[in-house]
């Protein structure tokens, strides 16, 4: 009986840690996700330059994660930049019989996509090592060994019983096992007195399947809420970004096997003018036309075709037939313009740029689609908004938009913690008439970019680029902090200095951030603040005219000449 009832103890455990799997497997997932957030940006450097020596307190972050046993970066290719594994087993992420292996094995294989600012650079695969099954039927059977006395105490009255009644209850037990009540799991045995124990014995089991088949719906329930939520925006019930690249990379597969001269069309719609709502009346009301919106464009879609969200006010629309994609998404644009948003008495017309691709090759990869769709859009932006654009190869503003990603990825690398690529120069101001000539340095500082290659990136390509997406602010904070670092290490220069400009971006000028990184310079360097000017374009200044007063005000207030924050002659005086 003990062995029996050991065996019993050792398949129960077998089954609850099979359904305990999923569970552990959401709980690695989850554990990952944080994981993947503390290294995204460091395996974002390492694929933006393919070293992956630029990630200085890389290894240090790793070691720092004693959960992880081991992590693999791959470029889009597919080549591997850097490996590490605490057991020398794992050299390549396995992930045949991933499932067996996190069973039996206690090991997790997690892949995971490096994307930055919506861009995938790469992929990641982490690897995870858990207790394996010897031990973790080790730990349960040890704790529940206190239960096998406690058999044995029942066990003898019971081994008694049954030996004197054994035939009779087990010939009642299989007639009632044949009968119709047994199919609904449910056994009414009519058993007399001496037979009790029996009985006893299957109501306690028909409570155990009731509580196990409770278990298995509940988490059958768990499990398809965290699948739904893992594929659909919480906001709008839409599709979100995993669940729209699901869909569409199964509308590829079929189209492979079922080949047709009609082809499906992408397009990737980004709102206008959304962001006014957010600014005027706030964030609530946003959610509320973003909920709308989408309860629009779902009465909207054709036959066939399929929406999600892929971002704050960016959308993806799946489209089965090229031939009417142009006039199935000119009309949603218009729907969209005419269907005004009231909040608290005020109206908003809020508008759409649209950029389409007929998907014509199947074989290019998603990113590839995507960021064709994305210039497409960024090309009806350039040309007024409120439009829809298609993607040619060969459009001049689609190249400009190539280039323009380009140059931003540089800039954003070189801001990054990798090697500094920005340099900081001077362009000598000088007197026209030579007897206005003081004897002092009078300059202004100019920024430049070098790129992989160590050559000069034309500033006419890298700063409109930075300034479209809203990288000026983090430009203008190096320029003005690195400079006072290198001249304040010089104290004969200072003394030779008679003013320096700065040139200062409007966005820069009105935002808090700057202040506070003028408000640090003021406490940490020993600078002639007199001899600084920083100098701000004209359209701006008026734009935000009570904004740049009030950084003026406060430049003032701090003992910084007046003059330390004037416009130059082409711009509007505050003097």
């Not at 330059?49 to 720092?64: C, E, S």
């Not at 001049?396 to 140059?407: E, F, L, N, P, S």
Request: hydrophobic share 45%; charged share 20%.
């Amino acid at each position: 009986f003990v062995i029996i009832a050991f065996g019993f103890m050792l398949i129960t455990t077998l089954l609850l840690e099979g359904l305990s799997l999923p569970r552990e497997q959401a709980k690695i997932k989850q554990q990952n996700q944080m994981v993947h957030q503390f290294l995204v940006n460091d395996l974002a450097e390492i694929l933006l330059t393919g070293n992956p020596d630029v990630a200085a307190g890389f290894v240090d972050k790793l070691t720092q994660l004693t959960e992880l046993q081991g992590i693999w970066l791959y470029d889009l290719q597919g080549k591997a930049l850097f490996h590490r594994a605490q057991d020398i087993l794992h050299t390549e992420p396995a992930f045949e019989h991933s499932t067996f292996n996190a069973y039996v094995k206690g090991e997790f294989w997690v892949s995971t996509d490096v994307v930055l600012s919506d861009q995938q650079l790469g992929r990641v695969v982490y690897f995870y090592q858990g207790r394996p099954l010897t031990q973790r039927l080790m730990n349960s059977l040890l704790a529940d060994l206190w239960l096998i006395p406690l058999l044995i105490l029942v066990a003898i009255p019971l081994a008694n019983r049954v030996a004197r009644h054994f035939l009779q209850p087990f010939e009642l037990l299989a007639t009632h096992m044949s009968s119709a009540s047994a199919e609904t799991g449910e056994l009414s045995l009519q058993i007399g007195d001496e037979s009790e124990e029996v009985k006893l014995l299957y109501q306690g089991f028909n409570r155990l399947e009731s509580r196990i088949a409770e278990s298995m719906n509940a988490l059958h329930t768990e499990l398809s809420e965290k699948a739904y939520l893992a594929s659909h925006d919480s906001l709008t019930g839409l599709l979100n970004r995993a669940g729209f690249d699901e869909r569409v990379q199964a509308q590829l597969t079929e189209l492979k096997q079922k080949p047709s001269s009609i082809y499906p069309v992408y397009a990737y719609l980004d709102l206008d003018q959304f962001k006014l709502i957010n600014d005027t009346v706030g964030h609530n009301a946003g959610d509320v036309y973003l909920r709308q919106l989408a309860h629009w464009i779902e009465e909207w879609l054709p036959e066939g075709a399929f929406v999600g969200r892929l971002g704050g006010d960016e959308f993806g629309i799946w489209l089965l037939d090229s031939r009417w994609a142009n006039t199935q998404i000119q009309s949603l644009i218009d729907l969209i313009r005419e269907r005004r948003f009231m909040w608290e008495s005020k109206p908003f017309q809020v508008g759409a740029s649209v950029g389409l691709i007929e998907v014509n090759r199947l074989d290019m990869p998603l990113m590839l689609l995507y960021q064709a769709a994305d210039t497409a859009c960024y090309s009806a932006k350039s040309l007024g908004r409120d439009r829809l654009h298609w993607y040619k190869e060969d459009d001049q503003d689609v190249q400009g938009h190539q280039r323009d990603i380009i140059a931003l990825n540089q800039v954003r690398a070189a801001l990054g913690k990798g090697p500094e690529r920005f340099e900081i120069w001077a362009q000598t101001l000088a007197p026209i008439h030579p007897d206005v000539d003081d004897g002092l340095l009078h300059y202004e500082v100019l920024i430049r970019l070098r790129d992989a290659d160590n050559q000069i990136v034309n500033p006419g390509v890298f700063l409109p680029a930075a300034e479209r997406y809203g990288e000026l602010l983090r430009l203008d904070t190096w320029v003005l902090w690195n400079y006072l670092e290198q001249a304040c290490a010089s104290p004969e220069h200072l003394e030779r200095l008679g003013f320096v400009d700065i040139n200062v971006t409007g966005a820069a000028l009105v935002h808090p951030d700057f202040r506070a990184t003028i408000e640090k310079a003021l406490d940490t360097f020993d600078f002639p603040w007199h001899k600084l000017t920083l100098e701000v374009t004209e359209t701006t200044a008026v734009r935000n005219f009570e904004q740049a007063r009030a950084l003026i005000e406060f430049c003032k207030s701090q003992g910084i000449d007046r003059k330390s924050t004037r416009l130059n002659s082409s711009h509007v005086s505050q003097s």
